[in-house]
C-alpha cells in the first residue's frame, strides 16, 4: 500500500507539482480504496464493487465523482488496468454549493478588522483585494513581498502575478509576517473571521466566495467605465487559454488583450482595476486613497 501511495504522490508532484491540498485529497482518497481493497489485487470489478461501497454508505455522487479522478491517477500511477471511460463518470443531479458572499457582507467583514488577528485581518485583506484562492493564500511567504508589491503565486496552471501593494494596505503587511498555513487551516480561519464580525454565512462559504463577488462586482464597475472584462482575467493570473475562453469564446488572445488603453507602467493594470476597486476604500476607513497621487 505504501508504495502504491508514494507511486500516486510521485505523479502528482512531477513533473507538474500540484497543490498541497489536491495532493491531500488524492492521497486519502487511494487510502482508503487501498484499506478496503486489503490483500487483494486491484481489478476491474474490485473498483465496481469499492464505488458500490461507497454508495451504499451514503457518500454523494458529487463525491463519488471526485474520487472517480482520484482512482484513475491512482491506476494510472502503479500501472494498473483502468478500463471505465467518460460515460462511467458518476454524475451528480444536485447542483454545487457555491455562494458568493453579498457585496454588504464583506464590507461587514472588512469594517470590523480591529475585532480580528493579525494574521486575520492580513488574509481577508489579500483575499479582498486580489480575490486569492485558499491555496493562494497558503502558498504567500514573507520572501514574497516588500514594502511596495507582492507576488501572488496562482494555483490551477495560471499566471503569477506580482501586484502593487496600496497604501491602506500596507500597515497590515507590516505588522505580520506570514507563517506556515493549510487551506483547512484557511477555510477554518474564514469562519473564525465571520464569527469574529458576528457575521452567519451560507453552508459552503470560504475565502472563494469573496473571489466569486470580487469578480462579479469587477466586471460590472469594468463596465461602467468602457475598459475590457478581461483585465479581470489578468488581474487574477488566469491562463491565456482560460482567458479566451472566458471572455472570447476561444483561447485565441491577442484580440482581447488591448494594449492601447494600457499605461507603460508595468502596474497599468493594478492601476485601473484599484480605481474601480469595491473594497479597497473601507480598508482605509473609507477615506484614504488606494494608491499614490502619481497614478492617478
Request: aromatic residues 12%; charged residues 30%.
Amino acid at each position: 500500500m505504501e508504495i502504491a501511495l508514494e507511486n500516486l504522490k510521485l505523479t502528482l508532484t512531477s513533473p507538474w507539482e500540484r497543490a498541497p491540498g489536491t495532493i491531500k485529497t488524492y492521497l486519502e482518497t487511494g487510502k482508503r480504496f487501498l484499506d478496503w481493497l486489503g490483500n487483494k489485487e486491484p481489478a476491474e470489478i474490485s473498483f465496481r464493487q469499492y464505488f458500490s461501497y461507497r454508495r451504499d454508505n451514503k457518500i454523494s455522487e458529487r463525491t463519488l465523482c471526485k474520487e472517480f479522478y482520484h482512482l484513475k491517477k491512482l491506476a494510472e500511477a502503479n500501472g494498473w488496468e483502468w478500463t471505465f471511460t467518460a460515460d462511467d463518470v458518476p454524475f451528480p443531479e444536485e447542483e454545487p454549493s457555491a455562494p458568493a458572499l453579498a457585496p454588504e457582507v464583506v464590507e461587514r467583514l472588512i469594517n470590523a478588522q480591529h475585532l480580528y488577528l493579525k494574521s486575520d485581518r492580513f488574509y481577508l485583506a489579500v483575499s479582498t483585494t486580489w480575490g486569492c484562492r485558499r491555496e493562494e493564500l497558503a502558498r504567500i511567504r514573507k520572501r514574497d513581498y516588500d514594502a511596495e508589491t507582492i507576488l501572488i503565486r496562482t494555483a490551477q496552471k495560471g499566471r503569477w502575478v506580482r501586484h502593487l501593494i496600496p497604501d491602506v494596505l500596507k500597515p497590515i503587511f507590516e505588522t505580520y509576517h506570514p507563517k506556515q498555513h493549510t487551506p483547512t487551516a484557511l477555510s477554518i480561519m474564514f469562519h473564525r473571521i465571520c464569527r469574529a464580525a458576528d457575521i452567519e454565512v451560507e453552508k459552503g462559504s470560504s475565502f472563494h466566495s469573496i473571489r466569486r463577488n470580487l469578480r462579479t462586482i469587477l466586471e460590472w464597475n469594468l463596465a461602467e467605465e468602457r475598459l475590457p472584462l478581461s483585465l479581470v482575467a489578468d488581474y487574477f493570473g488566469w491562463s491565456k487559454k482560460t482567458k479566451g475562453l472566458t471572455y472570447g469564446g476561444s483561447a485565441m488572445l491577442d484580440v482581447y488583450d488591448h494594449p492601447e488603453i494600457l499605461p507603460s507602467d508595468k502596474f497599468a493594470i493594478d492601476m485601473l482595476i484599484y480605481k474601480c476597486h469595491p473594497y479597497l476604500k473601507f480598508w482605509g476607513g473609507g477615506t484614504a486613497s488606494p494608491l499614490k497621487e502619481r497614478f492617478f
